[in-house]
């Protein structure tokens, strides 16, 4: 068995599709076609099927998915096997909310950048639902994300800090539209949002549900800087975490309004799979978020040892 066969399809669930596969791979897409034609050949199974216009793995695909992860990561280590201990090279794959990666990250990311020049960093920004799943199924080494609970026992999980989460509205607003805690209402104003599934927009959607507020619709913004612009244009009002609008909000440019959220506050995570090779680099960066957050004064390295690491959380 050709081992670039496994590689081919790890990248094709990685990328979506044969084409953007092809790719990044730099193949002909007639090629990816014939790789996983003869890979199905050879383990006498059929791996994607065509529904619609997509090519969708099917279940005997995700039943072999966890051995083909484990051989990609015992090949991984063998390549690393001559190397010494302390190196730090090779590619490391992060996944984080663009929140963390815009606001809190940079200072992280410079350090590590600085300890490991030969390590390539690769960097995506899906929402936490979606960071669980990749670190589950192999495509990123390190997630670090809000917590969302329903690891299974699959994966290493350590909390990182707390932030509190604000609701922000324009200076223009009327005092009556200011008016989230008062139950029973019909408010002509828009929730702006970057991710109808981010951990944050959903406690918030579930707050105004037991409320019985309705708002005027949703609108869905490309990223955090633009949500932040519309509000202080009085287009809708979001829910953020407060690191993201600190600036704004001292500046005078949006306000904070008041709502009755028992728990306002969502906790970071770092996770990874629990058969993963904690390599040099994946070691080096999870320091650098505890030296972070014990910076922060939220939690000691006691407690990250002793407390905050679980596995198989809910």
């Known amino acids: 068995?050709?081992?670039?066969?496994?590689?081919?399809?790890?990248?094709?669930?990685?990328?979506?599709?044969?084409?953007?596969?092809?790719?990044?791979?730099?193949?002909?897409?007639?090629?990816?076609?014939?790789?996983m034609q003869l890979l199905e050949q050879e383990l006498s199974v059929k791996l994607f099927e065509k529904i619609g216009r997509r090519m969708e793995l099917t279940q005997a695909g995700e039943g072999l998915l966890p051995y083909i992860d484990a051989v990609l990561e015992a090949v991984r280590q063998m390549e690393n096997y001559g190397q010494?201990?302390?190196?730090?090279?090779?590619?490391?794959?992060?996944?984080?909310p663009?929140?963390?990666?815009?606001?809190?990250?940079?200072?992280?990311?410079?350090?590590?950048?600085k300890l490991a020049p030969d390590v390539k960093l690769s960097l995506r920004t899906p929402n936490c639902y979606e960071i669980r799943e990749q670190i589950i199924s192999g495509i990123v080494d390190l997630g670090?994300?809000?917590?969302?609970?329903?690891?299974?026992?699959s994966l290493v999980v350590e909390k990182l800090r707390d932030y509190q989460l604000v609701l922000a509205g324009s200076m223009e607003l009327?005092?009556?539209?200011?008016?989230?805690?008062?139950?029973?209402?019909?408010?002509?104003?828009c929730l702006l949002t970057m991710d109808k599934n981010s951990l944050y927009h959903r406690q918030f959607e579930e707050y105004l549900r037991k409320s019985d507020i309705t708002l005027n619709g949703e609108m869905e913004l490309v990223s955090t800087e633009a949500i932040k612009r519309s509000v202080a244009g009085n287009l809708?009002?979001?829910?953020?975490?407060?690191?993201?609008?600190?600036?704004?909000?001292?500046?005078?440019?949006?306000?904070?309004?008041?709502v009755s959220i028992e728990?306002?506050?969502?906790?970071?995570?770092?996770?990874?799979?629990?058969?993963?090779?904690?390599?040099?680099?994946?070691?080096?960066?999870?320091?650098?978020?505890?030296?972070?957050?014990?910076?922060?004064?939220?939690?000691?390295?006691?407690?990250?040892?002793?407390k905050n690491l679980y596995k198989g959380a809910e």
């Not at 990044?24 to 014939?34: C, D, E, G, V």
């Open 144 to 153: 670090v994300h809000y917590d969302i609970g329903g690891y299974g026992a």
């Open 174 to 189: 009327k005092q009556e539209a200011c008016d989230f805690i008062t139950k029973g209402q019909r408010k002509d104003i």
């Open 84 to 96: 010494c201990g302390h190196l730090l090279a090779g590619t490391l794959r992060i996944a984080m």
């Open 263 to 306: 728990n306002n506050r969502i906790t970071t995570v770092c996770t990874y799979h629990k058969n993963k090779w904690v390599t040099p680099a994946i070691d080096l960066f999870i320091s650098l978020l505890r030296e972070q957050a014990a910076a922060d004064g939220v939690s000691s390295s006691e407690e990250a040892s002793d």
């Open 236 to 258: 809708g009002v979001a829910y953020l975490p407060r690191f993201t609008v600190e600036e704004e909000l001292r500046c005078g440019l949006i306000r904070e309004l008041p």
């Open 1 to 35: 068995m050709e081992l670039k066969y496994l590689t081919t399809f790890k990248t094709i669930l990685e990328t979506g599709s044969f084409q953007k596969a092809a790719e990044r791979l730099n193949y002909a897409q007639s090629t990816i076609t014939l790789q």
């Open 98 to 113: 663009e929140t963390l990666l815009s606001y809190q990250m940079h200072q992280v990311l410079s350090e590590f950048r």
